[in-house]
């Protein structure tokens, strides 16, 4: 059987935790940084995850998991 090709962007954009859920970084949280607000910079700061719809498109994206 052939190997599965693995998307790259989705290699360099997400992470897996140890309890399973993909981590990816939130948006609008690395260009401007000074011209937005300090609230919204602290937000961008923190993790996001996928939610459970997306995490069977990036199983299918990354088939052999991500690091």
Known sequence: ???LKTKS???KRASMTATGKIRVARNAHKK???H???RANKAG???QYLNKNMMGQA???APYGLD
Do not use: T
């Open 1 to 3: 059987m052939p190997k």
């Open 9 to 11: 962007y989705m290699k």
């Open 32 to 34: 401007r940084l000074m």
């Open 36 to 38: 937005q607000s300090k």
């Open 45 to 47: 700061a923190k993790p």
């Open 59 to 61: 199983k299918i994206l």
